[in-house]
């Protein structure tokens, strides 16, 4: 399996090493063999050789990695439509388009991590919509039932279901309460609260206003490098020096910090490393957002100054 640098898709052992944050890995060595990583796209930090767009040459990343491995090694490529735990990495235009023509070309399939970007997250019922690529596989959890009940699942495409239907092996992969009923009942609640109340559409206008809100209060500070997301996702990077994108000593612990006195301010979220991250509820009002921002706005000023 292949997957990404500063992806995210668990911390049970095997899904934890797909997963691409290193720093979460040294409680779970030796991890399961066989996982390969490769380069995020992230538009910030990645570059690109001259005379190629920026996405296409993340995609390439894994095709350089596959014909490295070997094609015939390699059952599939997992990804977050936007590297959620990482960062809020949004993707190039053009990444994901590609990925889906490599996984094509080498007979890799394309399984997508939705647990965090699905049912309405990004503004759309999944994320991948924003770039109109379906992937082979797809993962879900945390939006289906809007964490009332716990309950994740896999989908996947009419000829992988038609190859688990004709195996004559069962392919033994069940849970105790796989397919639980009250799971499944709140699930379609879910599903019929989000159709019904348009939630990725205010999902995608309520991300608008707070990427809106964050860039006008906190675009012009010295010490911030990007303000990034992608509907009720967001994120601000922040550097010792904008213009080289220099990071800030791991020692001085800025994001840590920030996200210290916002929580004394009332603001409840995370970071990882220098990155502060911002996911709220759909049900959040626009002066929530504005609290919210402001609030970050003053803690960020109170530990890097003006």
């Not at 348009?198 to 964050?214: Q, T, V």
């Not at 970071?271 to 970050?296: C, K």
């Amino acid at each position: 399996m292949i997957s990404r640098e500063l992806g995210y898709h668990g911390v049970t052992l095997a899904a934890m090493s797909a997963t691409g944050i290193s720093a979460f890995w040294p409680r779970f060595e030796p991890r399961v063999p066989g996982f390969v990583h490769v380069p995020s796209p992230y538009p910030y930090r990645y570059q690109a050789p001259n005379g190629i767009s920026q996405g296409v040459a993340a995609a390439n990343e894994l095709e350089q990695a596959i014909r490295r491995e070997g094609a015939d090694t390699v059952a599939m490529f997992l990804a977050e439509p936007v590297q959620g735990v990482g960062g809020v990495i949004v993707p190039q235009d053009d990444y994901f388009a590609r990925i889906r023509a490599i996984c094509d070309e080498h007979d890799v399939l394309f399984a997508a991590d939705e647990v965090i970007t699905g049912f309405g997250r990004t503004g759309r019922m999944f994320g991948l919509e924003h770039w109109r690529v379906q992937p082979d596989l797809m993962s879900f959890a945390k939006g289906i039932t809007s964490g009332y009940f716990p309950l994740g699942g896999v989908g996947v495409n009419d000829e992988i279901a038609a190859a688990l239907d004709s195996d004559t092996t069962p392919w033994m992969h069940a849970f105790t309460y796989s397919a639980h009923p009250v799971g499944c009942a709140v699930a379609l609640r879910m599903l019929d609260i989000l159709d019904r109340e348009a939630m990725p559409a205010r999902a995608a206008a309520l991300g608008d206003h707070l990427l809106e809100r964050l860039r006008a209060t906190l675009g012009d500070h010295p010490h911030v490098g990007e303000i990034r997301g992608l509907g009720l996702m967001c994120a601000v990077e922040f550097v010792q020096d904008r213009g080289t994108k220099a990071e800030f000593p791991a020692s001085e612990k800025v994001g840590t910090r920030i996200n210290a006195e916002a929580l004394r301010g009332g603001l409840f979220s995370r970071n990882r490393g220098d990155i502060y991250m911002l996911a709220p509820p759909f049900v959040v009002s626009t002066e929530q957002i504005d609290r919210m921002v402001d609030i970050l706005s003053d803690s960020v000023r109170g530990v890097l100054g003006t």
